[in-house]
Each structure stands twice: as structure tokens, then as C-alpha cells.
């Protein structure tokens, strides 16, 4: 399955583990020469190279002041129903007015008439990863920080047209990238980065080659000098690796406390990280102010991580009832993922796909102790490795109508995940509200064919259905 630990399946290669691949090997050795400064500075050589001006790419060209967005119907993200006979101001990058009287536009103000067609915040996705989303393994394996970044520039500019404005980075080498987005240079959604996942040896997210264990003489693994993962199997380290990804501007904090799908020797069922680990880790990011996210899926990894403090769990698709009413009961976001079928997943053979077919008979059970206790409950797609199984990211979004209605679902995937985003407090890297359509929000807005609320459907074809797309106040697509 495409998940969280599918970053780290350098290490499988189509039916199971790739150890004894010479090809992988060496490539493994070759990365080995890397140092982590010298990978990250592949990133600000494709940020450079992404200043060139392109014909069309909103980011080059100049704004107007103020917007008015005309003959809307209006879904604000938080209703059940539509506005009707409204009009939105937009100036600079927030929302200045919801205006139902339709009074005149401002003199200076460009005007878009939309007809009567819906129109709805920016959408979030709450479990996402912005490197390596759409990077196939096999360039990845390459080692090649120009070309891993050069398709997550492409991918990300997919993923702001599919309509998704803002996501929440659960692992990778996220930071300069992000950097690179909010300053114009590419273009693409606002990023939550959490940077590195954080694991002990042998979990999910220690995926080092056989020669590559013991470490000798201190030196990282592939995985860290990459910035996808830090493995740490003590307090002290924990700490230290949890302050290190808050000092590089870390929203949140992810840690992984069992085993995973996708890494073929961290199975689903193990626990990691102690709880007093866990507490440690929480303690610190409580100290900067924001919290941490803890990737599990059973029931007692899960129980452990709640006991220990986490604000979040990612997943949870193997936990019982009894572990369910814990998020009520405690106040504890469910961050997980509506998969259902091998569409949904890369192609998995052996323990992978006996895996992910223990989680696709989780999911609906999970969504029903959602439903059932109140759960506070986000939405994400993780999905990666795939250009082709990225376009799936809407579609995982309609899965949520088997179980909520089509305004729930969008809600879920607006206000509701934006209030989640708001547990970053202080390290929240942008200053005003998402996922609604208010007076003084940021000016993150879609424009749809059709009415999403009574067939959540046409938000599966953002390229036909999705008629305009703004972030921040400016246009990335207008097809009126």
C-alpha cells in the first residue's frame, strides 16, 4: 500500500525484499557518498532553475489588487448548504468580504462572473508527501536530487490543480521545497512539514540496507542523509532528532510507533518506541509549542502512543472498539485513510499485499467507531511513488461518501482538517485561517462546474469539473 513507510520501499522490489539486488546495491553504496548537505543542495539547484519564467504560470504574473468573484453559490466549509446570490472580495491574498447584497465592485477591482457555479475553500490533505508523491522508485534509487525534485516541482503544480491548496507533510525532505513554493518560485500547495519521520531501529521507518548495519563510525544511513528518516533508540537521541526537525521549521512532528505495510521486516502488529519515549518525545514538541503525530495501526501501539500523550494518531486501521473510544475519550484527533481496494495501492505481492488486504477490511470498520464516539476525525490520501496514483487523490477524497454525506466529506476536507492544522499553534507556518470562506481568511478558493454537495463525484475530475483555482490570492487556473 501506499503509505506513510512506502518512501523507505527502496528495499523492495516488485515481489519482496530487494537486499540482494546488485543494481540496488550499488546504488546504495554510490548514495552512501552523500552527505545530507550535499542532497539538500539539489534542491536549491532545481529551485533556482524553477525562477525562469514560464508562459502561463500564474506565479509570474502580476495580480490584481482586488478580485470579485461574482454569481457564486457559496459552500463556506462549514455548512450544509449552499449561499445563494453572493459575491466574494478578495484583496491581496485574504477574503475582505462576503458580500450577499451584490453591492458594486470596487473601481479597481478585476471582476470574474462564474455563472452560478459553487464555489469553496481551498481543500487540504491532512496525510501527504510532497517529494515523493509522484517519483518513481526506480529514479529514486538513482540517487539523483535533480531529478527527484524536479518531479516533485511537476507533481506539485498537479496537486494545487487538482484543487488541494494546502497540505500536511508526513515525511521527507520537505523544508526547502517548501520554501521554494511560498516564495513564487514554483508553483504549488502551502506545506505543514514535519521533515523526518522519527523511528527506532528496526521499525517502519528503518529500512537500511544489511550492510549498512551496525552503523560504523557514526555514519547515517541512506534514509537520513536523505532527511526522510532519523532512527534514534534512546531518550537522549529521540529528543535530539524531534528538536532537530522543530529547528529546521517542523509545523509538527511524526514519529513512527509500529510497523508498517510496505517494510517487509517491521510487521504490522510490533510496537516500537517505549511510552516514556513517546512522552519525551511530546514533551518537547509541547515545549515548542505544537505536537506530535504517531504513525500506528494496532491496537496496542495505538493505546500506547495515546497513553503517552500524542495529539494525533496516523492510520489506526487495526484498532479495536475499546482502543476507539480512547480518541473520544481523551480528545485525540484520527488522521487516517479511506482504502479500500487494491486501486487504491501500489502493486503489492507477498506480505505487502497480505498487509494491505488486513487494512482494507479495517477501513470501514475505523470509519464506523468515527462515526459511532465522535471521533475527531482528518482526512488524507498518502499516496506516492506514482505520477499515475497521484490523480487518485480526489477520488480517495469521494471514498469518504460511503460512510459521511457529501458536505461532511467536504467539510473534512476543508474546515475540518484546517482546524487539526491548528494544533501547530505558534509553529503553524501561516498566519490566518484556511479551509473557509470568511471575511479575513486566506484567499485559497475553487471554483466547480456543478454542485459538489449533491454528487461529491465531480470532484473526482478536477481537469474537466474544476473551472478556477486560487491560493493566496492569485489565479492558477481559469477555464471560464
Known amino acids: 500500500m501506499f503509505r506513510t513507510g512506502r518512501k ?31 542532497f539538500l543542495a539539489g534542491i536549491g539547484s532545481v529551485a533556482v532553475a524553477g525562477m525562469a519564467p514560464r508562459i502561463g504560470n500564474a506565479q509570474t504574473a502580476q495580480r490584481p489588487s482586488k478580485m470579485l468573484l461574482r454569481q457564486i453559490r457559496l459552500f463556506d466549509g462549514k455548512s450544509d448548504t449552499l449561499q445563494n446570490g453572493v459575491q466574494v472580495l478578495v484583496e491581496a491574498d485574504r477574503i475582505v468580504a462576503i458580500d450577499p447584497a451584490n453591492n458594486p465592485a470596487p473601481e479597481d477591482a ?18 501527504w508527501h510532497a517529494i515523493y508523491a509522484a517519483v518513481p522508485l526506480q529514479v529514486l534509487m538513482t540517487g539523483d536530487p ?7 516541482t511537476a507533481e506539485a503544480e498537479r496537486t494545487l490543480l487538482r484543487g488541494f491548496t494546502t497540505i500536511r507533510d508526513l515525511g521527507g525532505p520537505v523544508f526547502t521545497f517548501k520554501q521554494a513554493i511560498d516564495s513564487g518560485i514554483i508553483p504549488g500547495p502551502r506545506i505543514f512539514p514535519s521533515g523526518a519521520m522519527i523511528t527506532t531501529s528496526g521499525g517502519h521507518g528503518d529500512l537500511r540496507m544489511p550492510f549498512e548495519i551496525p552503523p560504523r563510525d557514526g555514519q547515517l544511513s541512506l534514509s537520513e542523509m536523505m532527511g526522510s528518516a532519523a532512527i534514534v533508540d534512546d531518550v537522549g537521541g529521540l529528543k535530539r532528532r524531534v528538536r532537530e526537525q522543530l529547528l529546521q521549521g517542523a ?3 511524526k514519529i513512527v510507533g509500529g510497523g508498517g505495510v510496505s517494510s517487509p521486516r517491521s510487521p504490522l502488529d510490533m510496537t516500537t518506541f517505549s511510552e516514556e519515549e513517546i512522552r519525551a518525545a511530546v514533551d518537547v514538541a509541547r515545549d515548542w509549542n505544537t505536537y506530535v503525530t504517531v504513525h500506528a495501526y494496532a491496537s ?5 502512543a495515546v497513553a503517552a500523550g500524542a495529539a494525533c494518531i496516523e492510520h489506526a486501521h487495526l484498532m479495536d472498539e475499546q482502543t476507539a ?21 501500489a502493486s503489492q505481492t507477498g506480505v505487502g499485499a497480505e498487509r494491505a488486504a488486513r487494512i482494507f477490511v479495517g477501513t470501514p470498520k475505523i470509519y464506523g467507531y468515527a462515526k459511532k464516539y465522535g471521533i475527531k476525525t482528518a482526512w488524507g490520501s498518502d499516496l506516492l511513488f506514482s505520477p499515475e496514483l497521484t490523480a487518485r487523490q480526489n477520488t480517495m477524497l469521494t471514498h469518504l461518501s460511503n460512510w459521511y454525506t457529501n458536505a461532511e466529506a467536504l467539510r473534512m476536507a476543508t474546515s475540518g482538517n484546517a482546524s487539526l492544522l491548528t494544533l501547530s499553534n505558534l509553529r503553524a507556518p501561516y498566519a490566518g485561517s484556511l479551509g473557509v470562506i470568511e471575511k479575513g481568511a486566506f484567499a485559497d478558493m475553487l471554483v466547480w462546474d456543478g454542485n459538489p454537495l449533491d454528487d461529491i463525484r465531480l470532484v473526482d475530475n478536477p481537469e474537466k469539473n474544476l473551472k478556477v483555482v486560487m491560493k493566496d490570492g492569485q489565479i492558477f487556473k481559469n477555464t471560464l
Open 8 to 38: 523507505y520501499s527502496h528495499l523492495v522490489h516488485d515481489a519482496g525484499c530487494g537486499c540482494a539486488n546488485p543494481n540496488l546495491q550499488q546504488r546504495s553504496r554510490y548514495l552512501s557518498d552523500y552527505s545530507r548537505r550535499n
Open 300 to 304: 496496542n501501539t495505538v493505546q500506547r
Open 325 to 345: 473510544r480512547m480518541f473520544s475519550d481523551r480528545n485525540i484527533w484520527l488522521s487516517t485513510q479511506p482504502f479500500l481496494s487494491m486501486e487504491d495501492t
Open 251 to 253: 509545523s509538527q512532528v
Open 146 to 152: 535533480g531529478i527527484i525534485f524536479a518531479a516533485s
Open 110 to 127: 478585476m471582476i470574474i462572473g462564474c455563472d452560478d457555479r459553487v464555489l469553496m475553500p481551498g481543500m487540504i490533505d491532512a496525510h
